[in-house]
């Protein structure tokens, strides 16, 4: 079986090592969830607009995900 490993970027004021999908007290664009994109620049810009309104430094965590082990385990929202 293929396995369909991907490079993710999370873009936002501090590192995170370990992800966790919590509850959230605010409306999120796809529901509760933990945002990636496939694009470096995306993670980037949002990490420094993010660090800009609160005078921080932007961070962008990188992870190489395994899409076929992801699918299998959690609801998945590709676009």
Not at 17 to 38: K, M
Not at 44 to 58: F, G, S
Request: net charge positive.
């Amino acid at each position: 079986m293929k396995q369909d490993i991907i490079r993710v970027y999370h873009g936002s004021i501090f590192a995170v090592n370990n992800p966790e999908i919590r509850p959230v007290t605010r409306p999120l664009d796809f529901g509760v969830g933990f945002y990636v994109t496939t694009l470096q620049d995306q993670a980037e810009h949002w990490a420094q607009k993010k660090a800009e309104k609160i005078n921080k430094t932007p961070i962008v965590s990188v992870y190489d995900l395994n899409l076929s082990e992801l699918k299998r385990d959690l609801n998945v929202k590709e676009l």
